[in-house]
């Protein structure tokens, strides 16, 4: 006789494996039907971080930077920290769409942290590029880049001192921008204004002159001359025109 099945056969791994197979199934399709960044709303406090990767007093530290970033410069401004960046898209599209998705009419930046490729990006509205020189914002990618890649730093920290650099970075600009408007203020502005119409006019004028002045010069330099006529001879009427009177002497005789 064969032996009966032992009540020790294990049971358990099976079962286990079939519901570890059950939660990949359900985990996958939890992850292929989540809400993507760009669709969701603005996060109320400034920051929105899927990867657990800002420990909660960095998180505050950085709230309480950026919402005061964003009254120094007038605008509105977030952080994202994503796990990766949608498969077909780059880090740069994805902050354009989402800053877009956020503040479609109002001056904008978004910065976004994306922990697959330990990337922090910056999306810019087009007011910021025009308030600032270009030059200086993209050199930012440069600065930030070199901080995202300091070994010896966690995630938080490698974030934390990317931001704080940004907003150090952001406030000179403002700066820089604030004195060059107060170089030019409005009576200043009022009286270049003036100075360029007059400037301009006088421009004019003088070119009026001068066409002018050419025309004269080349005017005086012609001559005219009475036509000729032919006319017939009246001897000794006076005032008759033609000649007066033609007088033949004899040729001397030898």
């Not at 880090?91 to 990337?119: K, V």
């Not at 009576?187 to 006088?202: D, M, N």
Request: proline residues 7%; aromatic residues 6%.
């Amino acid at each position: 006789m064969s032996p009966l099945p032992s009540p020790s056969t294990p049971l358990l791994p099976s079962l286990l494996r079939w519901l570890g197979l059950a939660a990949i199934i359900l985990s996958g399709v939890g992850a292929a039907t989540a809400v993507p960044v760009q669709e969701m709303p603005a996060p109320a406090d400034g920051i929105y971080d899927d990867t657990r990767a800002l420990e909660p007093p960095t998180r505050a530290m950085l709230v309480s930077e950026l919402n005061t970033l964003s009254q120094d410069i007038k605008c509105d401004l977030w952080l994202t920290a994503t796990s990766f960046t949608p498969s077909g898209q780059t880090l740069r599209q994805q902050l354009r769409e989402t800053r877009h998705h956020w503040s479609p009419e109002h001056p904008a930046i978004l910065l976004g942290y994306d922990r697959a490729g330990n990337l922090l990006g910056y999306s810019f509205s087009p007011d910021i590029w025009d308030r600032y020189p270009a030059g200086l914002l993209a050199d930012l990618t440069r600065r930030t880049d070199t901080i995202m890649a300091r070994e010896g730093l966690t995630i938080d920290e490698r974030i934390s001192e990317a931001v704080l650099e940004f907003s150090s970075t952001m406030r000179q600009l403002e700066t820089m921008r604030l004195k060059g408007e107060r170089r030019f203020g409005s009576p200043e502005k009022s009286l270049f204004f003036i100075l360029s119409i007059g400037l301009i006019i006088a421009a004019v004028i003088a070119a009026l002159l001068g066409i002018l002045s050419r025309r004269r010069d080349h005017l005086s330099g012609q001559e005219y001359h009475l036509p000729e006529v032919a006319v017939g001879l009246r001897l000794g009427a006076p005032f008759g025109g033609g000649l007066i009177a033609e007088v033949q002497l004899p040729r001397n005789s030898k």
